[in-house]
Every structure is written in structure tokens, then in C-alpha cells.
């Protein structure tokens, strides 16, 4: 009858230890998923900022070429303000005192 009792308290713990085994599986599984979604979301958070950096670059091309047509109208409003200043007739002094 003893080796019945031993029998019963050892598939307690065979049971115990095994549940434990499970749960640690579980654990290490959740683990491991975790480390891959965080490394996968990391690269694409890096890609992302690879695709900004580029995106900046043109962005900022654009806002450079747009200054340089920007100063070349400045430039040609000028130029066409002095003609239009050197084409007006400029109004002629009256000789003498009597208004007509």
C-alpha cells in the first residue's frame, strides 16, 4: 500500500512540473515573439526615416529653387520699375510767374 501513496504524491508533482514546463514554453515563446515584433517595428521605423530624410532633400531643393526664381523675379521687377521710370515724361518747369 505504500508504493500506491508514493505513486499518488509523485504524479502530483509529475503534473505540477510539468504545468510549470508549459508555462515557462509559454513564457519564452511570448519573449521571443515580443523581441521579433519590436526589431521588425525598429526597422521600419528606421526605413520610415530613411524615406523622411529623402523626402526633406527634395523638399528642401525645391525650397532653394523656388528662393532662386524668387530673387531672379525680384531682380526683373527692378529692372522693369527703372525702364518704366526712365519711359514716363518727367514734367517740365513753367517759365514764368503767371499761372494761365
Same mark, same amino acid.
Given at each position: 500500500?505504500? +508504493?500506491? &501513496?508514493?505513486?499518488?504524491? =509523485?504524479?502530483? @508533482?509529475?503534473?505540477?512540473? @510539468?504545468?510549470?514546463?508549459?508555462?515557462?514554453?509559454? #513564457?519564452?515563446?511570448?519573449?521571443?515573439?515580443? +523581441?521579433?515584433?519590436?526589431?521588425? +517595428?525598429?526597422?521600419?521605423?528606421? *526605413?520610415? =526615416? #530613411? *524615406?523622411?530624410?529623402?523626402?526633406?532633400? /527634395? =523638399?528642401?531643393?525645391?525650397?532653394?529653387?523656388?528662393? +532662386? /526664381?524668387?530673387?531672379?523675379? /525680384?531682380? *526683373?521687377?527692378? =529692372?522693369?520699375? !527703372?525702364?518704366?521710370?526712365?519711359?514716363?515724361?518727367?514734367?517740365? !518747369?513753367?517759365? &514764368?510767374?503767371?499761372?494761365?
Amino acid at each position: 500500500m505504500s +508504493a500506491i &501513496g508514493i505513486t499518488r504524491t =509523485v504524479n502530483p @508533482l509529475q503534473a505540477l512540473s @510539468l504545468v510549470l514546463s508549459f508555462l515557462v514554453l509559454i #513564457g519564452w515563446g511570448t519573449f521571443a515573439y515580443a +523581441a521579433k515584433s519590436s526589431a521588425t +517595428a525598429q526597422r521600419q521605423a528606421c *526605413e520610415h =526615416v #530613411g *524615406e523622411l530624410k529623402v523626402s526633406l532633400g /527634395q =523638399v528642401m531643393a525645391e525650397r532653394d529653387e523656388a528662393r +532662386a /526664381q524668387l530673387a531672379a523675379a /525680384q531682380q *526683373e521687377v527692378a =529692372v522693369l520699375t !527703372k525702364r518704366l521710370e526712365d519711359l514716363q515724361p518727367k514734367p517740365r !518747369k513753367r517759365r &514764368g510767374g503767371s499761372a494761365p
